[in-house]
Each structure stands twice: as C-alpha cells, then as structure tokens.
C-alpha cells in the first residue's frame, strides 16, 4: 500500500459527459502528479500541483483541468468526454519535485 | 516525440538468469533517471534510481547502469525470480524542469519462467 488512494477505482460514462476523480496523497506529502495510461501505452504526464499551486505541465487536453486543494488532495476534471479518453488514471504524490512518486492505484474510466 | 525509450515491449528470462531491461533517452538535459515496476491492477512501484553523476547503482538484486555519451541505461536484475515478473518502466527528469516534470518509457513486459 502506497498511502495514496484514489476514486472512485472504476467509472463508466458516456462521450460528451464530464467526470471527477479524486486523489489524496501520503500524509506529508505536497507535490501530486496525475498521468493517464491508454492501453499498450507509458504513462503520460498531464500534471503536476505543489502545496496548491500548479508547478509543472505536460499534455493535458483543454477539456481536462486539475486542482489541489488547502487539504492537499486533487480533483482532476475531465470535460466533453471523448472515446479516446478512455484510459487509466493514476495519481502520485511526493515529498517535493525530485525523487521517488508514490502512485495511487488507479481509476480506470471507460467511455462509451 | 518520444524523449524515453524502450525498444523491447516483451521480455522472457529463465528463473536464476539475469534479466536485462534497457532505455535509451533523447533529450541531453535529462539528469535524473528512475525505474518503476508494475502489476496487473496496481498502481507503478518505485524501484531504484540513478542520477547522472554515477554510473551505477545498486539495490539487492538490482543494479542500474547509465552510459551518459550513450543516453543509455539498463537495469539488470540478477538472480531473475518469478515474482519479479511485471512491466517495467523507465523515467527520466531533469533540473530544467525543476525534476517535476517526470517523463516514463512506454514500459517492458518482464516474464520470469520457473
């Protein structure tokens, strides 16, 4: 168990629609990460929030946004779902930028 | 562009053999490179790092190789075990982005046969 958990673990919704999904990370821990995993592919980097601020981006669509809260957990949003989105999400936190992420389990969501 | 490599989607070893996973990089700016296993249903797991100003580096049964005049490094596990099966993957980040900006291989699919 990493201490980062993720929800919900599985979502199933339609093209057009828009999901939340929630991160918590470690206790301690101020930098979250999200990534998105398509099948047969790495993990792609969509964004990084440090103690509520964004710190680094990479190629996170428009329709998706995200956001890190005074509890430290993060919401990432994604809007005007599209097929091609289905993928795996996972989050990951860490103590500051450099170093080892601690990933989350997953949300795996499916759109139909 | 892919800044991270891994040329071999798939590898198989014998159980007690060496398993050698490798990764090529682009980008000349990366200095910091990490190795992450996964498993079916899991989220990835951290499993040993390496940072440019070695060439090496070593945990148990793990050891981390990097050839900077390459972009080269590998990941040797030595004995191979059945549990290490599981996709690997290769990361690299670098003080431009402040190593925030983490950036993983598309991943090799180890099989250890007993």
């Known amino acids: 168990d990493s201490g980062v958990t993720q929800t919900p673990k599985h979502l199933i919704t339609a093209t057009g629609q828009r999901v939340t999904l929630r991160c918590s990370p470690r206790?301690?821990?101020?930098?979250v990460y999200w990534y998105q995993q398509s099948l047969d592919q790495g993990l792609q980097f969509l964004i990084q929030?440090?103690?509520?601020?964004?710190?680094a981006k990479g190629n996170i669509l428009e329709r998706f946004s995200a956001q890190q809260f005074p509890d430290l957990h993060s919401e990432l949003n994604l809007s005007s779902l599209e097929l091609g989105d289905s993928a795996l999400y996972f989050c990951?936190?860490?103590?500051?930028?450099?170093?080892?992420?601690?990933f989350g389990p997953g949300t795996r969501l499916t759109v139909l | 562009d892919q800044q991270v490599k891994q040329n071999s989607p798939s590898l198989s070893v014998q159980e007690g053999r060496i398993s050698i996973l490798n990764c090529d990089y682009t980008?000349?700016?990366?200095?910091?490179f990490l190795w992450y296993k996964k498993y079916p249903a899991e989220g990835p797991t951290f499993l040993i790092s390496?940072?440019?100003?070695?060439d090496k580096n070593e945990d148990g049964r793990f050891t981390v190789f990097l050839n900077k005049s390459a972009k080269h490094l590998s990941l040797h596990i030595v004995p191979s075990q059945p549990g290490d099966s599981a996709v690997y993957f290769c990361?690299?980040?670098?003080?431009?982005?402040?190593?925030?900006?983490?950036?993983f291989g598309p991943g090799t699919s180890l099989s250890v046969i007993p």
């Open positions: 990951a936190s860490s103590r500051q930028g450099a170093g080892e992420q601690f």
């Open positions: 206790s301690g821990d101020l930098s």
């Open positions: 929030y440090y103690n509520g601020e964004e710190r």
């Open positions: 980008n000349s700016m990366f200095d910091y």
């Open positions: 390496i940072s440019s100003i070695k």
């Open positions: 990361a690299a980040s670098g003080v431009e982005t402040s190593y925030d900006k983490v950036i």
